[in-house]
C-alpha cells in the first residue's frame, strides 16, 4: 500500500509552489451544448456518407455481377461458338422468271396483260409455295438425300438433324437453309440454298430449279390433256360413223345386188335406146309397107307383132325404172338410197378430215409449253461461307443479351416501385 501511496504521489503534479504554498488550479471547462451538437451532427453526417460509399460500392459490385452473369458471359458463350464450334456454311443464290408464251393468251385481258409480270404473278406465287412446301423437301431428300447431308457427324451439335430424322424436323431445317423470295414489281423469283458444302449447295438449288420447270409445266398439262382429249374423242367418233356409212352403203348393194345405181341405169337407158331405135325403123318399115297400093298381110303382121313386142319391152324396163319389184323398191327409190349413202359417206370422210386435222393442232399445242423457265443467275458454289460471320453475330448477340437485361431490369425497377408504392 505504500508504495501504492508512492507512485500516486509520484505521478501527482505538484501544486505547491515556493514555500509550499498550494497553487490555484483551474478546472478543464464543459462543452457547450451547440459544439456536442455540431460534433454529433458531424459524426452523423461520416457514418452516413461511410454507409453510401458501401451501399454503391456493393451496388456496383452486384450490377457489374449481373452484367457479366447475364450479357457478358452468354456474349462470351455465343462468341466461343461463332468463333470455334459453329459448322461453317456456304450459300447458293439462283434466280429466275416465268415467261409467256406469245399464243398463250386467250381473252383480251390477258393479251393486254402479256409480257409483263402481271401475266405470271399467279404462275410465281404457286411455284414460291411449292419450293416451300413439305412436298420440295421429300422430294429433295429421295433425290439428293437432304437429310443424309444434315445429318453429317461433321456439323455442329446446334445445326445438325438428328437421326433418326423426322419429317418435321428435316423441314424445319428446310425452311431455315432454303429461301425463296418473289419481287412482285420484276416479277423475278430468287432461291437462296445454304448447305454445309458449296457444291452440295449447287447441286440442291439445281434441283430445286428442276422441280420449279416441272411445276411450271404441270400447271397447263391439264389444259393440254382436256384438248388433246377432246380432239382425239371427236376423231374417233367420226372414224366410227364413216365406217358404218359404208357399211349402209355396203347392205344397200348387197340387198339390192346393185354395185352402183347409175350403172344400172346407164344400162336400162342404153337398152330403151337400143330398142327405141329399132322400133323406130320397125315402125317406118311397117308404115312404108302399108302405105304401098296392095299390102301383103303376111309381111305386115310379123313386122306389126315385132313393133308391139318392142314397144313392150320399152315399157318393161321403163317400169322397171320407176315402178317397185319382186324386194318392193324401184330402181329409183334404190338410186336414191344409194346416193343419200353414198353422201353420208362423204361428208363423213370430209367430217374425218376435219378432226384429223384438229387433232394433229392439238397434239402440236400440247408439245408446246405456254409457260416456261427461264434462268438468269445460274447457282455458282462460293468460296466463303455464308455463316457464320463471327465478329458481327457476337456483336448481335452482346446487344441482344444488353437489351434483354435492360428491358428485365426495367420491368424489375417499376415492378418495385408499384409494390413499395
Do not use: C, W
Not at 52 to 67: E, F, I, S, Y
Request: hydrophobic content about 40%.
Amino acid at each position: 500500500m505504500l508504495e501504492l501511496v508512492v507512485s500516486e504521489k509520484q505521478n501527482m503534479p505538484a501544486t505547491t509552489g515556493p514555500g509550499n504554498l498550494p497553487q490555484t488550479v483551474t478546472p478543464p471547462g464543459v462543452p457547450s451544448t451547440e459544439v456536442r451538437a455540431e460534433e454529433n451532427r458531424m459524426r452523423d453526417i461520416m457514418r452516413i456518407q461511410q454507409d453510401l460509399v458501401r451501399r454503391r460500392r456493393r451496388r456496383t459490385l452486384l450490377l457489374v455481377a449481373r452484367l457479366a452473369f447475364f450479357v457478358l458471359l452468354p456474349s462470351f458463350l455465343a462468341g466461343y461458338y461463332y468463333y470455334v464450334i459453329a459448322t461453317p456454311f456456304y450459300n447458293a443464290t439462283a434466280a429466275f422468271v416465268i415467261n409467256q408464251s406469245n399464243g398463250a393468251s386467250a381473252s383480251a385481258l390477258g393479251g393486254l396483260f402479256s409480257g409483263t409480270q402481271f401475266a405470271t404473278s399467279q404462275d410465281a406465287i404457286t411455284v414460291q409455295n411449292y419450293l416451300q412446301s413439305r412436298d420440295a423437301m421429300l422430294r429433295l431428300d429421295k433425290d439428293q438425300g437432304f437429310k443424309k447431308v444434315f445429318s453429317a457427324p461433321n456439323i455442329d451439335p446446334l445445326q445438325r438433324l438428328a437421326t433418326p430424322a423426322t419429317n418435321e424436323a428435316a423441314y424445319k431445317i428446310y425452311t431455315r437453309n432454303v429461301n425463296v423470295g418473289y419481287d412482285p414489281t420484276e416479277g423475278i423469283i430468287r432461291l437462296d440454298v445454304t448447305s454445309p458444302d458449296p457444291n452440295q449447295s449447287v447441286i440442291f438449288a439445281k434441283a430445286l430449279i428442276s422441280y420449279a420447270e416441272q411445276q411450271v409445266d404441270s400447271m397447263t398439262k391439264r389444259m393440254r390433256d382436256d384438248q388433246m382429249k377432246g380432239a382425239q374423242q371427236s376423231y374417233n367418233d367420226a372414224e366410227a360413223k364413216l365406217e358404218a356409212a359404208n357399211r349402209a352403203v355396203v347392205a344397200l348393194q348387197t340387198k339390192y345386188k346393185v354395185m352402183s345405181s347409175d350403172v344400172e341405169v346407164s344400162l336400162i337407158s342404153s337398152q330403151i335406146g337400143a330398142l327405141q331405135t329399132e322400133l323406130t325403123k320397125d315402125t317406118l318399115d311397117l308404115a312404108a309397107m302399108k302405105s304401098t297400093s296392095n299390102p301383103v298381110q303376111a309381111r305386115i303382121d310379123p313386122l306389126q307383132q315385132r313393133v308391139d313386142e318392142v314397144n313392150r319391152q320399152i315399157a318393161a324396163l321403163r317400169a322397171q325404172m320407176t315402178q317397185n319389184d319382186g324386194h318392193g323398191e324401184s330402181l329409183a327409190e334404190i338410186q336414191g338410197q344409194l346416193l343419200a349413202a353414198q353422201a353420208d359417206v362423204q361428208t363423213r370422210q370430209l367430217m374425218l378430215s376435219t378432226t384429223l386435222q384438229a387433232l394433229e393442232s392439238a397434239r402440236i399445242t400440247a408439245n408446246q409449253q405456254t409457260r416456261y423457265l427461264s434462268v438468269g443467275v445460274q447457282p455458282v458454289a462460293a468460296d466463303d461461307p455464308s455463316f457464320p460471320r463471327a465478329f458481327e453475330d457476337t456483336i448481335v448477340a452482346f446487344l441482344i443479351f444488353a437489351g434483354l437485361y435492360l428491358i428485365l431490369s426495367m420491368t424489375a425497377s417499376i415492378l418495385k416501385e408499384q409494390v413499395s408504392s
